[in-house]
């Protein structure tokens, strides 16, 4: 197995090079021989042609004679139209031409023709040229020079490759080297950057779109871990300063109060108090774990069908004490039809209570809290609206993160600031959107939207 990426880019260039160089070699190889072929071709046209043209009737041609051309040793003969040789030269080479008794014919026809032949192990070209009347004249040539030329350039092209895959194997190393080398650069300095543990980003300069890509990934992803280590450092501090404020409280009171004997009435004080601040810490930690395992992912959601507007009654109901203690009016707005929902009715319960806690909570005495439903083809909608004291605009994109508390709350009520971020959670667990409409001193209107298409 090939492990690595460059060896595996040298091996496909390699292969592709010897491909090429075979696929070329080939050709000029074909084309060389045509060239060879066509020449000795050429030369025995000439020659045919000086010998009839300059009238030397090959009949009387001096017996012997030879002609020596580029290729070699030329001979001819002539052949009569029943195939026996009239006259030929001395070395009696062109007697062994075996004849095509329909190459003769052609040739007697008036026409050129060519034949390749096999004569005692010797390959020879001969052309048969149209003489005389009944005679043929044949010239022909040795193809053995030509076999030598084509031999040595064949020894060339099976012994080059060894020494062409060694030089394509270098060439396609340093190809593979420069074709990887951003990819190496890349993986460097992420590892740099991991080491380090700095919230840098990786910047090699502009390597092509592809490893661009792959740059632009890993920035994001590099971003990513750095802003959850962050969002993790922060919660974790959150957390601490959140128990903090209460557990000071509850030492602060008790050691005060235990300086010296006190009344019934200042001890019945101090328990209310703790009471308060314990009150206190178990919800933090409530709130802590829910979104503990939020983030762990193993909340696990049970969904079921549920009625709406009876779910919103029960919920206004257990909230209708501590209206009145507020002296704030509670009025509900259902529509004539049923609305079933279909989604986890624990956690929308606690959903639906935190918004109603906050509408109560944040809405001075004489208020009004209003909570309504509806639904038509598309969506369902539920409406939390209050005549308190609104959210300033610069404050809405944040109410939703986790220990978030408004800027005048923070000293006025008691809170944990996780409340709207747990209820964001769960409402967008159950498929719905939570949106916020406010005015600083008119109210709030929170509104909850889940597609009615979820529901069927
Ligand atoms: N109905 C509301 N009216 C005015 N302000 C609100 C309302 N609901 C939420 N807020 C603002 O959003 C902040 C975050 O709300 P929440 O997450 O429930 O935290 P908490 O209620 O513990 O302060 C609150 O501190 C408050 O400033
Ligand atoms: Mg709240």
């Given at each position: 197995?090939?492990?690595?990426?460059?060896?595996?880019?040298?091996?496909?260039?390699?292969?592709?090079?010897?491909?090429?160089?075979?696929?070329?070699?080939?050709?000029?190889?074909?084309?060389?021989?045509?060239?060879?072929?066509?020449?000795?071709?050429?030369?025995?046209?000439?020659?045919?042609?000086?010998?009839?043209?300059?009238?030397?009737?090959?009949?009387?041609?001096?017996?012997?004679?030879?002609?020596?051309?580029?290729?070699?040793?030329?001979?001819?003969?002539?052949?009569?139209?029943?195939?026996?040789?009239?006259?030929?030269?001395?070395?009696?080479?062109?007697?062994?031409?075996?004849?095509?008794?329909?190459?003769?014919?052609?040739?007697?026809?008036?026409?050129?023709?060519?034949d390749t032949v096999n004569s005692q192990g010797e390959k020879f070209r001969v052309l048969y040229f149209p003489s005389g009347k009944d005679e043929v004249l044949r010239v022909g040539a040795s193809l053995e020079?030509?076999?030598?030329?084509?031999?040595?350039?064949?020894?060339?092209?099976?012994?080059?490759?060894?020494f062409l895959i060694s030089l394509a194997f270098v060439i396609s190393w340093l190809l593979a080297g420069i074709a990887v080398a951003p990819v190496i650069k890349l993986r460097k300095r992420a590892e740099e950057i991991i080491?380090?543990?700095?919230?840098?980003?990786?910047?090699?300069?502009?390597?092509?779109?592809?490893?661009?890509?792959?740059?632009?990934?890993?920035?994001?992803?590099?971003?990513?871990?750095?802003s959850s280590l962050e969002a993790h450092r922060r919660f974790t501090s959150d957390v601490a300063h959140e128990i903090r404020s209460p557990l000071t409280s509850l030492i602060g009171n008790t050691e005060v109060t235990l300086r010296k004997k006190r009344t019934v009435e200042e001890y019945e004080e101090l328990l209310r108090n703790n009471l308060a601040d314990m009150v206190r810490l178990s919800r933090i930690t409530d709130n802590i774990l829910f979104l503990t395992k939020v983030d762990n992912h193993i909340l696990e959601l049970r969904k079921q069908r549920f009625d709406l507007n009876h779910f919103l009654t029960n919920i206004v109901d257990r909230f209708r004490f501590k209206a009145e203690r507020s002296v704030i009016t509670m009025s509900e707005q259902y529509g004539e039809t049923p609305i079933e929902l279909f989604g986890d009715m624990n956690l929308l319960e606690q959903a639906f209570s935190n918004l109603l806690d906050n509408a109560i909570k944040y809405t001075p005495r004489g208020g009004m809290v209003t909570i309504g439903s509806a639904m038509d083809e598309s969506v369902i909608r539920v409406t939390i609206s209050d005549t308190g004291v609104g959210i300033p605009e610069g404050e809405i994109p944040h109410i939703f993160d986790r220990f978030y508390r408004g800027e005048k709350e923070q000293v006025k009520s008691v809170g944990t600031g996780l409340g709207l971020s747990i209820t964001q959670w769960i409402i967008n667990a159950n498929s719905g959107k939570i949106h916020v409409k406010s005015k600083v001193g008119a109210g709030s209107d929170f509104m909850v939207i889940f597609p009615a298409a979820e529901q069927r």
């Open positions: 197995m090939i492990r690595t990426f460059r060896m595996r880019l040298t091996l496909i260039y390699t292969v592709c090079f010897v491909v090429i160089f075979f696929l070329v070699a080939f050709a000029a190889y074909t084309e060389y021989k045509q060239r060879l072929y066509e020449t000795v071709d050429w030369s025995l046209i000439r020659l045919a042609r000086s010998m009839t043209e300059s009238k030397v009737d090959a009949n009387h041609l001096e017996r012997g004679q030879e002609i020596i051309t580029r290729f070699g040793t030329d001979y001819h003969q002539t052949v009569r139209r029943d195939g026996t040789t009239v006259v030929g030269s001395i070395s009696s080479v062109s007697q062994r031409w075996p004849v095509s008794m329909e190459k003769l014919q052609k040739a007697l026809d008036g026409r050129l023709v060519y020079e030509v076999k030598k030329h084509l031999e040595s350039l064949n020894r060339l092209i099976i012994v080059f490759p060894v080491q380090s543990r700095t919230p840098e980003k990786i910047d090699i300069g502009s390597k092509g779109k592809e490893i661009d890509a792959i740059v632009v990934i890993f920035n994001n992803m590099l971003e990513d871990i750095q």
